[in-house]
Structures are given as structure tokens and as C-alpha cells.
């Protein structure tokens, strides 16, 4: 039986393969969902499993008290939101913008939602579509606490872990982008590797155990390094920076003896050589942090 009643209504608008996961959780839960795509043809399978189809965005959102909104980008979601029609039938309700963008992104648009009298919450989903319902499921949000109280409860219908990060409405967002810049960095070198891998008849195969050898160690230096660069310590007694610049010189020799792009080495490889000449040579690689934060203004 549904532990959500017949007030229980939410409208989810942007039918990517999110947007159809997101619907697919709060039906699966019993939430009434009405669902809108810029796009028609998406909710088919949904309608099939219960939604509403609403023949406009303004229509969808009239239809239940909490709005999510999950597209590409804030420029799409401001596309659908911020036309007269859809603004007008926002009042008053709340709006969830799962979808990715920047802080400040989140930042102007919380704005817009004022000036509308729009209760507003930003967030972010840090975990892929098949997540989305089961307990693997990791979501982040933030703005004003009491509100997002209010919709916890319809929003757990997600599945998984939500956790609220702060009344600054850019926070869900800064994580979001902190934590894509991990993924799609850790990314990049892997398939550069396998690039590399592949020129020396290596395949990516081959290579894979060994490759998920190397993730593993991660996790355990991420936490490690955290109290480093909080605390300003940068430890590198077990492997100085010194040491790790001359493993990434022979990245770049090797790509480039392949004729292999090597830039995005060089570009790390220099920063960690600038950081030994600002004379921090036997501090840990972490170290970056800190020049790099130097540059922010
Ligand atoms: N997929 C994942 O595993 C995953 C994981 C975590 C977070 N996310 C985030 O979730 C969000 C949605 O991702 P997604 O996987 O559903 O696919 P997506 O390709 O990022 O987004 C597709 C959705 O955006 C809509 N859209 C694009 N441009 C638009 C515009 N100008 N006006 C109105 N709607 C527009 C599309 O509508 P049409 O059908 O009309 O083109 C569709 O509903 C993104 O911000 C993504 O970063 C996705």
C-alpha cells in the first residue's frame, strides 16, 4: 500500500532519461504525477504507468502543489519557467530545480523565485537514472530548511539519501559541480590512459583490473588529504610532490612519442612543477589546492 495519500501530488517537468526516472520513482510510490516535456512522444510509458499528461508547462504545474524540474541546463529550465504563463501558475507553489548547473545559476534564479513568490529549493542527483527509487539513489539540496522539510517527506519517494546542505541556495550546486569536476577529471585520464594503453598494444580489457586497482586507492587518499588541505599541512612524507612530477613527465613522454595529445598532463605536470618552485617540493601533491585557490578572487 502507498504511504502517500491522495493530497500527495507532484509534477515533474523535463522528460530526459532523469526527468522519466524521477516520474517513474513517485508513481511507483503512489504519488499522483502529472508530467510535461518540451518534447511530446516521452511520457508515453508513463502515462501508461499511471501519470498525467499535461497538455502545456503552465498546465503541469497547476496540478500539484511541488513542481521538479530536471532538463540539460538552466538556460533550458529557464526556457520552460520563466514564461508568463508558467511563472503565474508557480505562485504560491514550490519549486525543486534538480537539474545541473552552477552556483550562481541556482543563485539568480532562487532570486527569480522570489521576486514571483515562488518557494524555491535547488539541488542536484549525484548518482546515474538506474539509481533513482532504490537506496543507491544520492540527492543534495539547498535553501530555506523549513521548506525543504515540508517535502521531504514527498521527495523521499526518490529513493536513497537526501541530505540538506545549507540555506545558501548555491550549495547543492557548488557540491554538484566540485564533485563532477572529480568524475569527469577521473574520466579524462582514463580514457587517455586507455589511448596510451591501446598505442602500446595494451587493451582496455587487459588493463581493466588493473585499472579499477588504481580507483580503489582513491576513496581512502580523498579522505586522508581532506584534513591536509583544510589544515593547510600538505604532508608528503610518503610520496613528495617531487616525486610524483617525474611520473607524469614519463606520461607525457609516452603519450607524445605516440603522437598522443599529452595537454591535460602538462597542465597538471606544471602546477605541480610551480608548486616545487615555490619551494614546497617535499609537500604532497595536494598541494595544488593551494595554488590554485590562490588564484581565486
Ligand atoms: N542521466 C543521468 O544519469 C544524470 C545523473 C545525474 C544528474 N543528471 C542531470 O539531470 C539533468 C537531466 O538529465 P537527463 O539525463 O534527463 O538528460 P539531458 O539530456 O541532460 O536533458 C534532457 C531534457 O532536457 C530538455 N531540454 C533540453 N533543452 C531544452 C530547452 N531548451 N527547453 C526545454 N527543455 C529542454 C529535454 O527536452 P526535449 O526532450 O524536448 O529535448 C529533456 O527533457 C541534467 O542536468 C543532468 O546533468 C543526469
Not at 105 to 120: G, L, V
Not at 158 to 185: K, S
Request: glycine share 10%.
Amino acid at each position: 500500500m502507498s504511504t502517500y495519500d491522495d493530497q500527495s501530488a507532484v509534477t515533474v517537468l523535463g522528460l530526459g532519461p532523469m526527468g522519466r526516472a524521477l516520474a517513474g520513482a513517485f508513481l511507483d510510490a503512489g504519488v499522483r504525477t502529472t508530467v510535461w516535456n518540451r518534447t511530446p512522444g516521452r511520457e508515453a510509458d508513463l502515462v501508461a504507468r499511471g501519470a498525467t499528461a499535461a497538455g502545456s508547462a503552465a498546465e503541469a504545474v497547476a496540478a500539484s502543489p511541488l513542481t521538479v524540474v530536471c532538463v540539460v541546463n538552466y538556460d533550458a529550465s529557464d526556457a520552460v519557467l520563466r514564461r508568463d504563463d508558467v511563472t503565474d501558475a508557480l505562485k504560491g507553489r514550490t519549486l525543486v530545480n534538480l537539474t545541473a548547473d552552477t552556483p550562481n545559476r541556482a543563485r539568480s534564479t532562487a532570486a527569480w523565485a522570489d521576486e514571483h513568490a515562488i518557494a524555491y529549493l535547488d539541488g542536484a542527483i549525484m548518482t546515474p537514472t538506474p539509481s533513482i527509487g532504490t537506496p543507491d539513489a544520492v540527492f543534495i539540496l539547498s535553501g530555506p530548511k523549513d521548506l525543504y522539510e515540508r517535502h521531504h517527506p514527498l521527495l523521499a519517494a526518490l529513493g536513497g539519501t537526501h541530505t540538506h546542505l545549507g540555506e545558501d541556495i548555491g550549495r547543492a550546486a557548488a557540491y554538484d559541480i566540485a564533485l563532477l569536476d572529480i568524475f569527469w577529471t577521473a574520466m579524462a585520464g582514463y580514457a587517455h590512459a586507455l589511448a596510451v594503453a591501446r598505442a602500446e598494444g595494451v587493451t582496455a580489457r587487459e588493463l581493466a583490473p588493473f585499472a579499477q586497482g588504481i580507483g580503489a586507492i582513491l576513496p581512502p587518499l580523498f579522505a586522508e588529504f581532506a584534513g591536509d588541505v583544510d589544515d593547510g599541512t600538505y604532508s608528503g612524507e610518503l610520496n613528495p610532490i617531487t616525486s610524483a612530477v617525474s611520473t607524469m613527465s614519463h606520461i607525457v613522454h609516452a603519450s607524445e612519442s605516440h603522437g598522443i595529445d599529452a595537454s591535460l598532463m602538462r597542465v597538471v605536470e606544471g602546477q605541480a612543477r610551480r608548486v616545487v618552485a615555490e619551494g614546497h617540493g617535499s609537500d604532497g601533491f595536494v598541494r595544488v589546492t593551494d595554488l590554485l585557490a590562490r588564484q581565486a578572487h
